[in-house]
């Protein structure tokens, strides 16, 4: 389940992804299959070889891409491998630590 999301954050990820970027979209996210994690990050590009080639850089392979038809694929990330990638693109927004949500 998603929350704590605004339009105009999905609005501005999928503008930076029509303009070929590579673009971070975080938001709250409960999970039961995933009990540790409470936000999950989408990575996305609309270039697919690009964004493999900038999840390889983290070890994500391209296998894992969300494809979607509608556009908008995108690399989930989550726990340490989200916070991980999050700081080391300079991106602190929205994280949070487990101890915020309980």
């Not at 990820?13 to 029509?18: A, F």
């Not at 936000?39 to 850089?57: V, Y």
Request: glycine content about 8%; charged content about 35%.
């Amino acid at each position: 389940m998603a929350f704590g999301i605004k339009r105009e954050d999905i609005e501005n990820w999928k503008k930076k992804i029509d303009q070929g970027e590579i673009a971070f979209l975080t938001h709250y996210w409960l999970d039961p299959r995933f009990p540790g994690c409470k936000t999950i990050t989408k990575a996305g590009c609309k270039d697919l070889a690009r964004l493999a080639e900038w999840g390889r850089q983290y070890g994500l392979k391209k296998e894992w891409i969300h494809i979607r038809k509608e556009g908008y694929s995108h690399f989930d990330l989550l726990g340490e491998k989200q916070r991980e990638i999050l700081k080391l693109e300079g991106i602190n927004e929205r994280l949070v630590e487990e101890s915020e949500l309980k």
